[in-house]
């Protein structure tokens, strides 16, 4: 368990969601109520919320400084994660909303 817990530490898993589109098996038909419900109970919608409400996973800290960087354009640091932190303190952003790890 720790060798694969290790794995996926180093990797950046995606997933994809099968959706059945009947029940019976038969091609070309499509039933919206089954498929509907599969959305829901697999957490498809709450992951979408979650991305529009513009909580990304994941972010690099070369990412967050090309897009947020311009707000403080005069902090240096020694290092990206630095400059990243340096950003987040200047703006208030304390550790109860935002967390950083080896991205962002």
Known sequence: LSDLMATLARTRPHYVRCIKPNSEKVPG???NVLALQQLRYSGVFEAVDIR???Y????TFEDFIAKYGIICPKIQA???RDR???ILTEVNLNDEVVQIGKTM
Do not use: A
């Open 78 to 80: 020694p290092n990206k």
């Open 29 to 31: 038909k499509f039933d």
């Open 84 to 86: 990243v932190s340096k």
């Open 56 to 59: 990304p996973y994941n972010m």
């Open 52 to 54: 529009q409400r513009g």
